[in-house]
């Protein structure tokens, strides 16, 4: 599904809602050490003077009278939206791809059926010639026949016609394309 522009767009925007999400429960931890030797000046009064320093600090809000939790449930919400959206998205995608399935798979089944049909109105149109030429029948079953032959011809043209635009709609929901010339 990463081929069809509407379930990446959608993806993307369902990621940058749970990251949002993710950013809104942070809070900041610091901590520090040092390690230094005293000046001259303390020197004096005791034997071995260094200093140590350890410390922390969590930074975070203490009271914010509701902000933090509503952006909080805000956030929330985005990423539920985003979910959402990328499932609509992705639903539609398999929604295309079986519709385009099932068109091909029709207009295969056509075809079969027009390609025996127009055969059978080939051998018809030759079994009359055939009869005209040797005096059992007049030139309007010939006629007739041609006629026959040809609204065969036109129906197999257009399923097949059909049938191509199908694989391509086929193509387009599976994600594929062009890309334009660059």
Known sequence: MSFRSDCASANCFRSAAIRCRTRSFSFSIRSTCCFRSASA???????GSKVWSI??????PIFDAGLYAARTKQAQAQ?????????????????DVSDALSNVRAAADTEKDLKQRLDQAREALRLAN????TGYSAYLEVLDATRSLNGAQLDYIRNRQSYLSYTVDLMNALGGGWKPAS
Request: charged content about 20%; proline content about 0%.
């Open 41 to 47: 000046a303390f020197r004096l009064f005791s034997s």
């Open 55 to 60: 410390g922390g600090s969590l930074l975070g």
């Open 79 to 95: 990423a539920h939206q985003a979910e959402a959206t990328y499932q609509r998205a992705v639903e539609n995608a398999f929604r």
């Open 130 to 133: 055939l009869r005209y030429r």
